[in-house]
C-alpha cells in the first residue's frame, strides 16, 4: 500500500509508530520540504488541526545536508527559523537508527525539542516530537 500525507492523517497512533517502527531512517534529506503536523491521529479533529497549524505556525522544514543543519518554516510568512542540528542516532522510540533533528544545542525556544524522522515512501517522512524525553506530536515532510 502507498502511503502519502492524506493517508497518515487517517491513521491511529498504534498505526503511525508502527510505520515508523518499521521503516529505515533514509537519507539525510536536502532542501525544502511541506510539513503537516498530525495532532488527535485516528480522530476527526487530525486533519482540520494540521491545516491551522499549516496556515498559521509552521510549514515545514528547510534541509541543508552538506552543513548538517535546518530552518524550519514559520508563521504566515513562511520565515525560515529556529535552527536545529541534523544526524543520525538511535531512536529514543525503538532505539534502531533514525535521522534526529536536534535543537539543544540551536535555540533558545526549542532548547527541549528533539525531532526524529525516518523515510516512509519516496521523499515522504515520518516524525515523532519529543520535549524533554515526552512525546508530544507526529509530523510528516514531504520533498
Not at 75 to 104: M, N, Q, R, T
Not at 123 to 143: C, E, T
Request: proline share 3%; glycine share 8%; aromatic share 10%.
Amino acid at each position: 500500500m502507498s502511503i502519502d500525507v492524506a493517508r497518515l492523517l487517517d491513521m491511529s497512533q498504534k498505526e503511525l509508530d508502527e510505520l515508523f517502527e518499521a521503516s529505515p531512517a533514509g537519507d539525510i534529506p536536502d532542501g525544502v520540504a511541506t510539513g503537516t503536523a498530525i495532532i488527535a491521529p485516528g480522530t476527526r479533529y487530525t486533519e482540520t488541526i494540521a491545516q491551522v497549524v499549516n496556515l498559521f505556525a509552521w510549514q515545514g522544514k528547510v534541509f541543508d545536508s552538506a552543513k548538517g543543519v535546518l530552518k524550519n518554516r514559520i508563521l504566515i510568512f513562511h520565515v525560515e527559523a529556529i535552527l536545529a542540528k541534523v544526524y543520525k542516532a538511535p531512536s529514543w522510540l525503538d532505539g534502531k537508527e533514525c535521522i534526529v533533528l536536534d535543537y539543544s544545542d540551536t535555540s533558545i525556544v526549542a532548547h527541549y525539542i528533539r525531532d526524529e524522522i525516518r523515510l516512509i515512501g519516496p521523499g515522504l517522512y515520518l516524525g515523532k516530537v519529543y520535549w524533554g524525553r515526552d512525546r508530544l506530536i507526529d509530523f510528516a515532510l514531504q520533498f
